[in-house]
């Protein structure tokens, strides 16, 4: 007895080595730029927080960054990639130490000088002069 081979197709061929190895190359490629675009987005948005918890400290938050030479890996913790408060009160005090005037309040350089409205002036006891114009009347 002998068994008829039908032809195999082209359809019917199993992938080669080589197309499978390229389907999985591109697979990778496309991973590695979803998440290089994660990582970006999550480094954009741990800055942000940063920079939103020293709005109050800093006239130009930025300056953390630009002008006090902070990292952004340096002030994140690693585990939870939360804010770290410890490296960040550190960082906001080495810069105003070094350039107070970037502070958001910044203390005046020449102190109270006498000048100026100083609140609420006491109610005076009558005077003399206050009872003379009270009888003009």
Known sequence: MTEIVEPVTPAEEPPSANAEAAKWRTKLR???????????RTAAL???????RVADRLAEPEDLFSLG???LTALINADDDSVNGEALDEAVADLLAKRPGLAATPEPAWGD?????RGAVPAAEPTMGDAFRAMRR
């Open 30 to 40: 496309e991973t590695e730029t979803r998440l290089e675009a994660a990582e970006a």
């Open 113 to 117: 000088v006498g000048q100026g409205s």
């Open 69 to 71: 030479g902070a990292e």
């Open 46 to 52: 741990l800055r942000k927080a940063v920079v939103g």
